[in-house]
């Protein structure tokens, strides 16, 4: 079993930005990558951003592309996104998940991740 605890969520104003932190706990060594999917009211989840435990290599979803940042610190198995001008399009229930990593055409898909945080709500308000 695996846990991930997500944190920094919150109100922010067009333009502001926010860093959100997932704090992963249990088996996670054989998980290899980690990421951020969104998902707002009525849509889909969506991909944001996801990392390689091997190399650090990033994924993007074009919307976030120059705007946001994910990181990982593998002595504490936190990940980490920095997001920046942030937009109201930006706004939603944003979800830390983890993932064997094994399949790379699936790590912008939901169904590359098998554990998955409870969520933390971000809006951005104009």
């Known amino acids: 079993q695996v846990q991930l605890v997500e944190s920094g969520g919150g109100l922010v104003q067009v333009g502001g930005s926010l860093r959100l932190s997932c704090a992963a706990s249990?088996?996670?060594?054989?998980?290899?990558?980690m990421a951020w999917f969104r998902q707002a009211p009525g849509k889909e989840r969506e991909f944001v951003a996801a990392?390689?435990?091997?190399?650090?290599?990033?994924y993007y979803a074009e919307s976030v592309k120059g705007r946001f940042t994910i990181a990982m610190d593998t002595a504490t198995n936190t990940v980490n996104l920095q997001m920046n001008s942030l937009n109201s399009e930006d706004t939603a229930v944003y979800y830390c998940?983890?993932?064997?990593?094994?399949?790379?055409?699936?790590?912008?898909?939901?169904?590359?991740?098998?554990?998955w945080g409870q969520g933390t709500q971000v809006t951005v308000s104009s």
């Open positions: 990392i390689r435990r091997s190399g650090f290599i990033t």
């Open positions: 998940a983890v993932g064997l990593g094994t399949i790379t055409s699936e790590t912008r898909r939901p169904r590359g991740y098998d554990y």
């Open positions: 249990g088996r996670t060594a054989n998980r290899y990558v």
